[in-house]
């Protein structure tokens, strides 16, 4: 089982690579441009049975709190578009783009890969943005236009990356604060970190312990 996963930056994996893994890893960079070259040029390079994609999130929800692990299901580019008179339209409500596009699905970059039923995590809704922010307009357009739960800022770059070259993929997350809140003194960085290696481990744990085959069987049609 040949394993690639991907942070965006190295703190967040940290742990997880001191033990050295038997999975490859990559650390794309932050945002979505660096993160699709990255993958992409990688995957040119070395055929993977599964790409994962870790690293911590933002929640929309007091449902998901700092700490708790989540799959992001599906995702999108949640700033792709054009506002005019403070509303803010995608690319598929102006036109310029079909919501059903390859690898797009009524707007969204929608995981098939049933893997991840394997696992009590809940499957969420997330939003990829390049700009983060504290203002609470944007926060609240974000989480009501896109019904999100999560905020990252690579996230919908391994979809879409991911889909178009049909790799099976994993987005793995941990909540590490609120969407919104810029006082990192009331995040839970180092907590989230920790669990979410662990999870990665027992995750690459679970896909080396199965044939390619078995594996192959639970995620999207490869």
Not at 51 to 68: C, D, H, M, N, R
Not at 104 to 118: C, R, V
Not at 186 to 202: F, G, H, P, R, Y
Request: aromatic fraction near 10%; charge should be negative; proline fraction near 4%.
């Amino acid at each position: 089982m040949n394993i690639l996963c991907l942070a965006a930056t190295a703190f967040e994996i940290a742990p997880f690579l001191k033990e050295e893994p038997i999975a490859d890893y990559l650390i794309t960079g932050v945002g979505t441009p660096m993160t699709i070259y990255h993958i992409a040029k990688r995957l040119q390079q070395i055929d993977y049975d599964m790409v994962i994609q870790a690293g911590i999130a933002g929640s929309f929800t007091p449902g998901l709190q700092p700490g708790e692990i989540v799959f992001v299901k599906r995702d999108c580019f949640a700033d792709l578009g054009i506002t005019e008179q403070k509303v803010f339209s995608t690319i598929f409500e102006k036109g310029f783009t079909d919501e059903n596009e390859f690898p797009f699905s009524k707007g969204w970059l929608e995981n098939p890969n049933t893997f991840m039923d394997l696992f009590p995590f809940n499957q969420v809704t997330g939003v990829t943005v390049n700009t983060v922010t504290d203002d609470a307009d944007q926060v609240r357009m974000l989480r009501t236009k896109f019904d999100a739960q999560v905020e990252t800022m690579e996230g919908a770059a391994l979809h879409f990356t991911c889909l178009n070259e049909k790799i099976p993929f994993i987005q793995l997350r941990s909540i590490s604060n609120y969407v919104g809140e810029r006082d990192k003194s009331k995040w839970k960085m180092e907590e989230s970190i920790q669990v979410l290696n662990a999870s990665l481990k027992d995750i690459v744990n679970h896909l080396t312990s199965g044939t390619t085959e078995q594996i192959k069987a639970l995620t999207s049609d490869k």
